[in-house]
């Protein structure tokens, strides 16, 4: 599978939009881009993913670039339960295992 | 419906005890994974199950853990003896078929410390 790489840290102010980056340069035409939250004392929690098109739902966007070597996730209106680890994952369907990396630690401030 | 249940939530013991974790995912789930995330650290697979056949164990420690799925469905997954450096929390994750597209459903987790 192919490597990511997300900035450590990030802070957002509460109700503005949180945008998260993501580059995977190395990924393949058949990997997807997948995004998991970890909540302090909880399990990842699946966000989004997608192919090469972008993806909405009910909790964030998700943006892919052309050439698919980075991606960014928007959460459109953060609020303090969004404080959180983000994992971006390039997966591959020749099995079915995330391989996570260290993940952004977003901190919503109010 | 209902998630990914484990147990305990939390689990010290001293180094060279034995201990066992459990797991019972989405009912009607095929496939089955435990993960070990060391504090600070992304979640790192150790095994995964199809049914109750092991897919992969490849990062699994197999001179001290082990693990099980009687009948395709619980699972549980033990460490004998315990190390210091196993401290950490193992999660349980399931998925409805073994595809790149399934989204994997966590558990809270299992707090191991070991002392």
């Given at each position: 599978d192919a490597k990511t790489t997300q900035p450590t840290s990030m802070d957002c102010a509460e109700g503005r939009a949180a945008n998260l980056p993501c580059?995977?340069?190395?990924?393949?035409?058949?990997?997807?881009?997948?995004?998991?939250?970890?909540?302090?004392?909880?399990?990842?929690?699946?966000?989004?993913?997608?192919?090469?098109?972008?993806?909405t739902n009910e909790m964030a966007s998700l943006i892919i670039t052309e050439d698919r070597k980075s991606s960014t996730l928007i959460l459109p209106h953060a609020t303090l339960r969004d404080t959180a680890v983000y994992y971006c994952i390039v997966r591959s369907n020749a099995g079915n295992m995330l391989t996570f990396g260290g993940g952004t630690r977003l901190m919503v401030k109010p | 419906?209902?998630?990914?249940?484990?147990?305990?939530?939390?689990?010290?013991?001293?180094?060279?005890?034995?201990?066992?974790?459990?797991?019972?995912?989405?009912?009607?789930?095929?496939?089955?994974?435990?993960?070990?995330?060391?504090?600070?650290q992304g979640p790192k697979l150790l095994i995964q199950f199809q049914n109750n056949g092991v897919?992969?164990?490849?990062?699994?420690?197999?001179?001290?853990?082990?693990?099980?799925?009687?009948?395709?469905?619980?699972?549980?997954?033990?460490?004998?003896?315990?190390?210091?450096?196993?401290?950490?929390?193992?999660?349980?994750?399931?998925?409805?078929?073994?595809?790149?597209?399934?989204?994997q459903y966590f558990g809270p987790g299992t707090r191991l410390t070991v002392l």
């Open positions: 580059n995977h340069s190395t990924i393949s035409g058949n990997e997807y881009v997948y995004w998991y939250r970890q909540i302090h004392s909880q399990g990842p929690q699946y966000i989004i993913h997608g192919l090469k098109n972008n993806e | 419906e209902a998630g990914v249940a484990q147990s305990p939530r939390y689990k010290i013991i001293e180094k060279r005890q034995s201990v066992a974790f459990w797991c019972n995912p989405i009912s009607g789930h095929a496939t089955l994974y435990w993960y070990q995330q060391i504090l600070g897919v992969d164990d490849s990062q699994l420690p197999k001179d001290r853990f082990s693990a099980e799925r009687l009948k395709g469905v619980d699972s549980t997954l033990k460490i004998q003896p315990a190390k210091l450096e196993d401290s950490a929390v193992y999660l349980c994750a399931s998925s409805p078929r073994r595809v790149a597209i399934d989204t």
